[in-house]
């Protein structure tokens, strides 16, 4: 049966030298023969425009985590300006990241937008609603990105950093430093690969604004990360 | 709130002088403002004084006299706002601009084995540390400490700024207004004890922590972030207060437990 444990082992006001103290106890009182890996999350933000983002690194040797938890958050944390909200630590006893698997290149990514920005109008300009609203009006589809980015550690089984904005270009600039960053730091090797999460059918309307002769409407994803 | 003994109180803390209730009736005064059941009158020889029912119950040394309202000047950041609906207690603009950044990017902290009591502020921006600083100064004539944690990277030293104030008095008066905790990331507005230029100075302290402005498609926009739900909802209801309009609540990220939230302002103004 597949098992998972959880801790948030630090979050925001806590002191910046403590993530590895407390991955290290927790990794001490639950980490049993059953374990196979750890999986050390950090959920954060980049302030300037508004992004949302994690960065996630799988290790199966527990006496490396605490350091690599460490350096971890501090090269996210000193990334433009960020804010890291939490970190977590994921106990598991089967290797879950070989379930991810990117392998994209930015271009067919960029191609996967249009394509998929093209399909948003197609389905949605029949909605109802919204069909009712763009009368006389120009229309704004704004959908939620997930991107995925995989990384090569010698580290560790693989980094994986999830970004998420409306607005394309954002996203590519965050992942194009962030990942710069993991590799000068090393954390990582090189970029294996991106891969966009979701499609048209897991987009739903999570909000609409009519401004003048424009209408904003806002496409959430109805799987949210860990569904 | 609003009754006489508590009023009283504050006019204790806050009377100038040392007259006694005697000599000040011998004083002349005018009275500039009769709201409901309250009149405030100032003295010819300088102050306040609050009186309900014909009955004094506090003096003041600072009062604002607007068309609706009186606000007298009470300690701490602190304000008595009389008005026809009776009295509150609001926040300085400038106490409130210091609870929405420690909404934001600080937190109170009161514990531990040797009893710490501690506000601080984490931030990247020298300049938003400083304002902290400077608020802290302004409305608890306190100086932070202002410490700064630096690491060495592969591309040189990174800096984060964390000024903090310890002080029992401070920890205790700003957590008594509920502002933060006890989850490290929940915060609450004191909306009960903001009037609308104190809602302003809330959000743009808030703002600062976990707010930014982009334009994008064409337009402005205002967001602000947090991963607690309930006190954006608040925040929200300020903005409605303040006669702006606010998005949805639109979550960006959703984990059992842990979500990040944003609510999207327009702009309508070039800025």
Redesign the interface.
């Given at each position: 049966m597949k098992k998972e444990l959880e801790a948030t082992i630090w979050s925001w006001g806590e002191e910046f030298e403590d993530v590895g103290k407390n991955c290290e106890k927790y990794i001490s009182k639950r980490w049993d023969e059953n374990i196979k890996e750890c999986g050390v999350w950090i959920l954060a933000r980049e302030r300037n425009e508004g992004i949302i983002y994690n960065v996630v690194l799988f290790v199966s040797d527990p006496k490396n985590i605490s350091d690599l938890a460490q350096r971890l958050f501090y090269a996210t944390l000193f990334q433009g300006n960020t804010k890291i909200d939490f970190v977590l630590a994921r106990l598991s006893d089967s290797i879950s990241a070989s379930r991810i698997s990117c392998h994209d290149s930015m271009e067919t990514v960029e191609r996967e937008l249009k394509k998929l920005g093209e399909k948003v109008i197609e389905k949605f300009s029949g909605d109802p609603k919204i069909r009712q609203m763009m009368i006389g009006r120009e229309v704004v589809f704004i959908p939620e990105i997930d991107l995925l980015c995989e990384l090569e550690s010698q580290l560790t089984n693989k980094i994986v950093v999830e970004v998420i904005h409306d607005f394309f270009p954002h996203i590519r600039d965050l992942l194009d430093s962030l990942t710069s960053r993991l590799i000068k730091e090393g954390l990582a090797k090189r970029v294996l690969g991106y891969k966009l999460e979701g499609g048209v059918n897991d987009l739903k309307v999570e909000d609409t604004e009519v401004r003048g002769k424009k209408v904003f409407v806002w496409l959430t994803r109805t799987r949210k990360v860990t569904d | 709130m609003g009754s006489g003994s508590r009023i009283k109180q504050y006019g204790g803390r806050f009377s100038q002088g040392e007259q006694t209730r005697e000599e000040r009736e011998e004083e002349a005064f005018n009275i500039i403002k009769v709201l409901g059941e309250y009149e405030v009158r100032e003295s010819e020889g300088g102050g306040y004084e609050l009186l309900k029912g014909g009955e004094a119950v506090g003096t003041f040394s600072e009062a604002r006299v607007e068309m609706e309202r009186v606000v007298l000047k009470l300690g701490r950041g602190m304000n008595l706002e009389v008005s026809e609906k009776g009295v509150r207690e609001i926040l300085s603009p400038k106490k409130a601009e210091l609870c929405g950044l420690i909404a934001s990017?600080?937190?109170i902290?009161i514990g531990g084995k040797k009893k710490i009591y501690e506000v601080?502020f984490?931030s990247?921006?020298e300049e938003l540390a400083g304002v902290f600083s400077s608020l802290i100064e302004e409305v608890y004539s306190k100086i932070s400490r202002d410490h700064t944690?630096s690491?060495e990277?592969?591309?040189g030293e990174?800096i984060?700024h964390k000024p903090r104030v310890y002080s029992k008095g401070i920890a205790y008066d700003l957590e008594d207004l509920g502002i933060k905790g006890p989850e490290?990331?929940e915060f609450h507005p004191p909306s009960d004890h903001l009037d609308d230029e104190g809602k302003r100075a809330y959000l743009k302290g808030f703002f600062s922590?976990?707010g930014?402005i982009?334009k994008?498609?064409?337009?402005y926009w205002f967001?602000v972030?947090s991963?607690c739900r309930e006190g954006l909802d608040e925040l929200r209801e300020m903005f409605i207060d303040l006669g702006f309009h606010p998005?949805?609540i639109?979550?960006?990220?959703?984990?059992?437990k842990?979500e990040?939230c944003?609510i999207?302002v327009?702009l309508k103004k070039s800025i």
């Open positions: - | 990017d600080g937190g902290y601080y984490d990247k921006d944690y690491q990277t592969r591309e990174k984060y490290p990331f922590g976990d930014n982009s994008s498609w064409g337009e967001r972030y991963t998005s949805d639109h979550v960006k990220y959703r984990e059992p842990r990040i944003m999207l327009f």
